[in-house]
């Protein structure tokens, strides 16, 4: 399964870059997974290590939107899904 991450404001000035393409198959934890969540997603990302770890951290606060809605960590990955990462509030 690929999907596209994007970052913005901090996140994205932690990270990097601003977006990137990913197969989630490759990602730490989430080999044979299926249903995956956006939450798993993050830990995932997380256990890639610097600087993913800090950007993402768990007691973070970090909103994130799958194909442009704001969803809960619960909300499941499709094969394509668009994934963005921000703070909770961003200037414009």
């Given at each position: 399964m690929k999907v596209n991450l994007r970052y913005f404001a901090s996140v994205r000035e932690?990270?990097?870059r601003g977006e990137e393409d990913i197969g989630v198959d490759g990602l730490t934890g989430l080999t044979?997974?299926?249903g995956l969540t956006l939450g798993a997603l993050r830990d995932a990302l997380?256990?890639?290590g610097e600087p993913y770890a800090?950007?993402?951290a768990r007691g973070k606060a970090?909103?994130?939107a799958l194909d442009q809605v704001m969803s809960g960590e619960d909300a499941v990955l499709r094969d394509g899904s668009e994934v963005a990462f921000f703070p909770p509030v961003t200037g414009g």
């Amino acid at each position: 399964m690929k999907v596209n991450l994007r970052y913005f404001a901090s996140v994205r000035e932690a990270i990097g870059r601003g977006e990137e393409d990913i197969g989630v198959d490759g990602l730490t934890g989430l080999t044979g997974l299926t249903g995956l969540t956006l939450g798993a997603l993050r830990d995932a990302l997380i256990a890639r290590g610097e600087p993913y770890a800090s950007a993402l951290a768990r007691g973070k606060a970090v909103r994130i939107a799958l194909d442009q809605v704001m969803s809960g960590e619960d909300a499941v990955l499709r094969d394509g899904s668009e994934v963005a990462f921000f703070p909770p509030v961003t200037g414009g």
